[in-house]
């Protein structure tokens, strides 16, 4: 099958600013750090084929789209129109900085807290923790990321534990040095959780009956705009089939 003519999933990459979404979209998606990255504006996005069920009869190639949402709170009100459609959430924070991993509840919440009026534009709710109730319903694959790693001291080290919110969702939980490609390398303990989400949000989205929508194919381009020194740059260029 021609690249192109891939099925894809939409993964949005949340968080505070500056706890490493942008190093961790690279790292994932092209197996090598980015030592100085821009600030987000907007959203940018970024695309890995992901080979679900590797090394089985069932193993079938897939886009993974990994939109990073700008964390900005100048944005809070407008980033929303980048939620829908989303088929996997990967929650970042940094380690270094528990304020950023208690506002993962308020990225969920965010998230979650979304509507679709009839013809499909998006509604945005207040935000808030989420509720676990509604994260139930949701059946959304969660991984919980914490970066900086490195920047951990001897002792915290030591002391670290399960996130609270990934062990309430039940997902997989990542803590990594975004400037270390060995963190991710293939075969890896993170690397495998990596899989292991992404074959779970390309099996809801395409081998059960939750968000399924009617398939078409559409040759699109997409723009979005990063701050690179004040210049406006395109993320995102490329043809491929669609079913959202």
Request: charged share 25%; proline share 4%.
């Amino acid at each position: 099958m021609a690249s192109m003519d891939l099925e894809k999933v939409r993964i949005l990459v949340v968080g505070d600013s500056g706890v490493g979404k942008s190093s961790l979209v690279q790292l994932v998606c092209h197996s090598q750090p980015v030592l100085n990255p821009g600030w987000t504006i907007g959203a940018s996005v970024e695309v890995k084929i992901h080979d679900y069920k590797e090394g089985t009869p069932s193993q079938k190639s897939y886009f993974a789209e990994f939109w990073d949402i700008g964390g900005s709170v100048d944005h809070a009100t407008s980033r929303h129109i980048f939620y829908n459609p989303v088929h996997g959430i990967i929650l970042v924070h940094d380690l270094t900085n528990r304020k950023s991993h208690s506002n993962l509840r308020r990225w969920l919440g965010e998230v979650l807290n979304k509507d679709h009026s009839n013809n499909g534009s998006s509604r945005h709710y207040s935000s808030g923790d989420y509720d676990p109730e509604q994260f139930a319903g949701s059946h959304i694959p969660v991984l919980v990321i914490g970066t900086k790693q490195d920047q951990l001291d001897s002792n915290r080290q030591t002391i670290k534990q399960i996130s609270s919110i990934a062990e309430e969702c039940g997902a997989d939980e990542i803590n990594l040095d975004c400037t270390q490609a060995r963190h991710l390398a293939p075969g890896s303990t993170n690397a495998v959780k990596l899989s292991r989400f992404l074959d779970k949000v390309i099996y809801r989205r395409y081998y059960t009956g939750v968000a399924r929508d009617s398939p078409k194919k559409v040759i699109e381009r997409r723009y979005f705009a990063r701050d690179a020194g004040g210049s406006t740059q395109v993320c995102a260029d490329y043809p491929y089939s669609t079913n959202w």
